[in-house]
DNA sequence: ATACTTTTTAGAATAATTCTAAATTGAGAA
DNA sequence: TTCTCAATTTAGAATTATTCTAAAAAGTAT
C-alpha cells in the first residue's frame, strides 16, 4: 500500500501545508486508502517501523497541523491519549474500552434527529457520536 | 441549596460507599439539585470556597469511586482534563470549545436510529452525542 | 478502649503533551 | 549555484492531569 508521493505532494498543497520531508513521510504512512484511528504512539511505532526518522515532538507538531488543515479528525474518547481519524467522512464509532481502540461505525446508519436549537450565536463545530462497548 | 445530611447518608448507603467525612462532603458540594459539570479542579475549587479542607488525591479518589459507583457519569470531551456530570439521566451534551465548558441538551430532544448491530458477544455501555460549538 | 481495616494525605511517580532554544532545512533572490 | 532569511525539526526541559506509595488518621466492630 505505498503511496504515490505525488498524490501527498498534491494534498499536502491543497490543504496549504509545506511539503517538508517530515510531514510528507508522515501523511504516506497516514493517507494510504486504508481508515485508521491512531494514536501519537502508533504514528511512533508506524515511522520506526518504516525507518522514518523523526522525533516525538515532530510527530505531535505534524499531527496537530494535519488536523487543524482539516487532514485528520482528532477524536477524544477517554482521557489519556488523543486518537487521530483518517477517516473525514461523515461518520460515528464505537470504542472497546476493554482494548482502548476506535472502530467506524459501518455505512451511514446513524441519523440524529431532534437537534435543539443552539445557543445565540453559534454553530455545530461537529457532532460526535461514540458508542461505548 | 445547602443539603440534607441524612439524604448525602442514604444517597452513599444506597451506593455502598461508606459514608466517610471527606466523601459526605463532597457528595454535599456536588449534589445539590443542581446539574452540574464539573473538572476535578472545580471540585478542589468548591471545597476551598466551603472551607471543606482535603486532598487533591482525595478528591480525585471520591470521584472515581462516585462514578464506579453510578453516582457521577465521567465525560470525555478533549484530551486534558475529565469532567463529571452529575445529571445520571439519558441525555447529550453541547460543547463549548472555546470555553471548555459542557451544557446539557435540554429536554429529550435528540433521537438516534439506525444504530448498527454490535460486533459480536458486545454489549452497549453507552452512546454519546456530543455537539461541539 | 482495642484491634483491624479502610481512608486520607503529602509528595513522588507516570503519562501525555507542549514549550524552548539551538540546529537544520526549504525557497526565493542574487 | 550560493546567500539569506524564515520556517521546520529536534532533544530535552517544562507543564498538566492523573495515579501511586506508604505512613498517618479515621471508621467499625468487638
Redesign the pocket.
Known amino acids: 500500500m505505498s503511496v504515490d508521493s505525488k498524490q501527498i505532494n498534491k494534498l499536502l498543497g491543497e490543504h496549504k501545508i509545506?511539503?517538508?520531508?517530515?510531514?510528507k513521510a508522515i501523511a504516506g504512512l497516514l493517507f494510504d486508502g486504508r481508515d485508521k484511528h491512531v494514536?501519537?504512539?502508533d504514528v511512533i511505532a508506524l515511522a520506526r517501523a518504516r525507518d522514518v526518522?523523526?522525533?516525538?515532538?515532530?510527530v505531535?507538531?505534524?499531527l496537530?497541523q494535519f488536523a487543524a488543515a482539516g487532514l485528520l479528525r482528532r477524536i477524544a474518547v477517554d482521557?489519556?491519549?488523543?486518537f487521530f481519524d483518517t477517516n473525514l467522512s461523515d461518520h460515528h464509532h464505537f470504542y472497546f474500552e476493554d482494548e482502548e481502540r476506535l472502530e467506524d461505525i459501518p455505512g451511514n446508519a446513524i441519523e440524529i434527529s431532534g437537534l435543539p436549537k443552539l445557543p445565540k450565536g453559534r454553530q455545530i463545530k461537529s457532532v460526535d457520536v461514540t458508542i461505548r462497548l
Open positions: 509545506r511539503p517538508t520531508k517530515i510531514r494514536s501519537v504512539d526518522k523523526t522525533s516525538v515532538a515532530s505531535y507538531n505534524t496537530n482521557g489519556g491519549r488523543a
